[in-house]
């Protein structure tokens, strides 16, 4: 963690001389119609994410932050505020063009993993490609690419429940990064791993990011999984308290 | 990989899918079984040719008809042959041993039936013996009779022993004619009742009545009819196909009762596979959220539910069926000798394929909506 935490006038700053930022949130709210009662779930958040981010959202749990990870993917829609990401307000999209648009540009990657349990790694990497119009031997080499990035060239004829938790991790990141999307969502990506599987995920994310780029949002409440981001902001009873530097920024 | 995932996914609750698919499989049969039963039921009417015609006492079957009236049937334009025929109820060695006997006038009565199939110097060695019969395929079979075997019956109607020689065996045109059953001569019947019983000579049971077209017989009927109309004996002429159809109309209620057992069998099983494609689909709530959200269309995730479910049923019905032959096959040797032509009958698999469709399209109907309707970020908090 950050010992002399920049102020969120100093984040504001850079974004302000950098280009716009890839996620832009404006009074973002979110609540949930429970009976006739709305239970208010985030209220009036404000965000920039620059491209090239590796963001990291803490809060305890309820705080909201799956609610915020999952509205910036385009799996559920904002209830007021403005959301706009790679410069489209995709709040104002259909359902259809939301599964189109969220096929294109958000890598998914999950607690739990959520791989097809029937499908071989190589398969379930290869999953979000059956949405493009990629011809089979280029799919083919793709996944053996990301498959390889991931350091699983040797288990892509395994199935889930013949790899460790972390190794499923991994296969979920190669099926994240299959798309080259511009965004990559994890929501407790260690949450369900030990501390080596972590580790290695929390590493791979890192070179993910690093060397090639991507941006990366990351929900997590382990501290220790904070210290791959570049940053870190923390939500609590759906308020961002602030965003602060990793050290070794 | 689609179908992959299809096929595979069947097969991921592995007890439950074999149960279901022993269900499906058992449905098929007890379905095809029914429709069979149902099917013998009316093979006779089936087979009846609609060229001919049965001239019978407009009172009763059991009342019979002068022999004369044959020549004035037979005048009748449109007419071209005409059988007497007059049921004998002989008994061969046991009342159990049941089996059909008439005496028809011969050659004509085969010359009417051209579904016996049957070489023509046993017809010439036939015509030569009084006391000879001819009897079909089925009925040589069961009792193991050969040519020349002698087959003694105990009249009941006509009283006394009766022996009969057996000049020919007959078969069928193909498995949906009838061959369990024996003629004799006419004449021969007539003859001795005629030193027995002067009075009852000359009478008959019906008259089989062949036309030139088959689409004039309502016509033909109808003048039949009206020649003997204020006679001592009016007459009653339908087609073979009525008159067999009003035997099976007695026993209408069981049939109606089968048919409609039979559907109930695939309500049931309707019940049991959409149970569980209920069961799949909520167990894999996260994972059709998942795909979702890696923007595959809510219509993809309907896709494979009703890929699923209907892989289930053609699984269970192409099963189902195979097996229908065997087992209607057995079932043929315990009610053979009740129903003489009991086979699977293309319209029966249809019926089978068509019912296991329906049952794979239904059952997946209610799943495959809540899936299509589950909001993504619902489905992914759920936890099987
Ligand atoms: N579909 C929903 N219906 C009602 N309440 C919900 C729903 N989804 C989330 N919530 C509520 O919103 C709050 C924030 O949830 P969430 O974003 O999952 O928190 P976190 O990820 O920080 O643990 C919680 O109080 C939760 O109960
Ligand atoms: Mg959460």
Known sequence: ???????????????????????????????????????????????????????????????????????????????????????????????AELADWRA??????????????????????????????????????????????VGLADRMKHYPNELSGGQQQRVAIARAIITDPTLIVADEPTGDLDKKSAADVLALLQQL????????????????????????????????????????? | MIAKLIVKNIFRARLRSLLT???????????????????AWYAGSDMASANRLITRNAISLTFTLPTYYRERVRAIDGVTQVSLSSWFGGIYQDPKNFFPQFAVTLPTHFNLYPEFLMPPEQMDAMLKDRTGCLIGRTLADNYGWKIGDKIPLQGTIYPGTWEFTVRGIFDGKDDGTVTRQMYFHWDYLNERVKQGFPRAADRVGVFVVGIREGDRAAELSAAIDAEFKNSLAE????????????????????????????????????????????????????????????????????????????????????????LSFPVIATFKSFVGSIFPVFRLSEATLWWQFGAVVVVGLLAAVLPAIRSARIRIVDGLRHVA
């Open chain 2, 21 to 39: 698919l022993i269900g499906l499989v058992i449905a098929v049969l007890a379905f095809g079984l029914l429709r069979t039963v149902v099917d």
């Open chain 1, 209 to 249: 990011n690093r060397e090639m780029g991507k941006t990366i949002i990351m929900v997590t409440h382990d501290p220790g999984a904070v210290r791959a981001a570049r940053h870190v902001t923390h939500l609590e009873k759906g308020e961002l308290l602030g965003t602060e530097v990793v050290s070794g920024e």
């Open chain 2, 235 to 322: 007459t009653l002429t339908e087609t073979e196909k009525a008159f067999q159809l009003s035997f099976v109309a007695q026993t209408e209620t069981i049939v109606a009762a089968i048919r409609l057992v039979s559907f109930v069998v695939i309500i049931i099983i309707l019940a049991v596979v959409a149970n569980t494609m209920a069961m799949t689909v909520r167990e894999r709530v996260a994972e059709y959220a998942t795909l979702k959200a890696l923007g595959f269309a809510p219509g993809f995730v309907v896709a494979l539910i009703f890929g699923e479910s209907l892989t289930l049923t053609l699984l269970g019905g192409a099963l189902g069926m195979v």
């Open chain 1, 1 to 95: 963690m950050s010992d002399t935490p920049r102020s969120d006038a100093a984040v504001a700053g850079d974004a302000a001389l950098s280009p716009p930022p890839i996620v832009r949130i404006r009074n973002l709210s979110k609540h949930y119609v429970r009976g006739d009662q709305a239970v208010p779930v985030l209220t009036d958040i404000t965000l920039d994410i620059p491209e090239g981010d590796f963001l990291a959202l803490m809060g305890p749990s309820g705080s909201g932050k799956s609610t915020l990870l999952n509205l910036i993917a385009g799996i559920d829609k904002p209830s007021g505020g403005e959301l706009t990401v790679g410069g489209l307000n995709i709040a104002q999209l259909s359902e």
């Open chain 1, 104 to 149: 294109a540009n958000i890598g998914f990657i999950f607690q739990f993993y959520n791989l097809m349990p029937v499908l071989t790694a190589f398969e379930n990497v290869e999953l979000p490609l059956m949405l493009t119009d990629l011809s089979r031997s280029d799919r083919r080499e793709r996944v053996e690419l990301a498959l390889s990035l």
